[in-house]
């Protein structure tokens, strides 16, 4: 039973498999219904949700600047907190978008007291525009934000089910790995979290969970601490 976690969503999440939709209500409220179960069970959930049904900033036109690039992904994010938030409370539950930079009154300015207080009351916090700074990614905030309030795990949910020892995609016979060290993927380069969040995850001893978001109840199921996806162990 986890006390307090972070749930990463990537922006896809929110569009499904829709082509040229930025939202999909219908996945938003299904994954909503399953925060809802988690929270019910008495887990403090806190939530990071990426950009990449706008924009990406490392995806931009090489010509462009990549820190314009990144600001452009970072308000992706905001979009989309802002967004989910709003669904949240057409579900009956609070939901708070913080941001490390000021904008203006859309959003609260992160701070550890207040994101506490929000998730002690049985709300939820949503924390966009990633680190505030280009050059890192979603990963790296979730991780950040996961040592800042103690959580007991980092919840990815990622379009494959887990972690595997090859590109599936490419090698039919990739065999998923149930559970790896946080040591090993640092060691290894593995490009399953980023280097700096996995880093973070390492040093801090959170434990980490991949899983995949299409799976039936996936949310639930791996916070409820069924083995689904891939552990990363500290
Ligand atoms: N981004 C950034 N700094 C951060 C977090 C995000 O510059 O600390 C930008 C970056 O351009 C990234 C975009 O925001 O591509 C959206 O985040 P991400 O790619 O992680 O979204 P996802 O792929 O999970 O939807």
Redesign the pocket.
């Known amino acids: 039973m986890y006390k307090r976690i972070v749930l990463k969503l990537?922006?896809?999440a929110l569009a499904g498999e829709k082509k040229g939709v930025t939202f999909d209500d219908s996945i938003i409220w299904g994954l909503i219904a399953q925060i809802k179960a988690v929270m019910a069970k008495g887990t403090q959930v806190s939530l990071v949700i990426?950009?990449?049904?706008f924009?990406?900033?490392?995806s931009a036109d090489s010509k462009m600047d990549r820190t314009k690039?990144?600001?452009?992904?970072?308000l992706?994010?905001v979009m989309n907190a802002i967004y989910v938030a709003d669904a949240f409370r057409q579900n009956g539950i609070k939901a708070f978008v913080q941001t490390p930079i000021v904008i203006g009154t859309m959003t609260e300015q992160f701070s550890k007291e207040s994101a506490l207080a929000h998730l002690e009351k049985g709300e939820v916090v949503i924390f966009a525009a990633?680190?505030?700074?280009?050059?890192?990614?979603?990963?790296?905030?979730t991780a950040l934000r996961g040592a800042e309030l103690d959580v007991d795990g980092l919840f990815f949910a990622k379009s494959i089910d887990g972690v595997y020892d090859d590109d599936p995609a490419t090698n039919p016979n990739a065999k998923k790995i149930d559970c790896i060290r946080a040591e090993d993927i640092v060691k290894n380069n593995l490009k399953v979290i980023d280097m700096a969040a996995a880093n973070l995850c390492f040093e801090r001893k959170i434990p980490v969970i991949i899983f995949g978001l299409n799976e039936e109840n996936s949310i639930m199921r791996a916070v409820g601490g069924e083995k689904i996806g891939t552990i990363v162990t500290v």
């Open positions: 990537s922006g896809e990426g950009g990449g049904n924009w990406r900033g490392r690039a990144d600001q452009i992904g970072m992706a994010t990633g680190m505030g700074h280009p050059f890192f990614s979603t990963d790296t905030i």
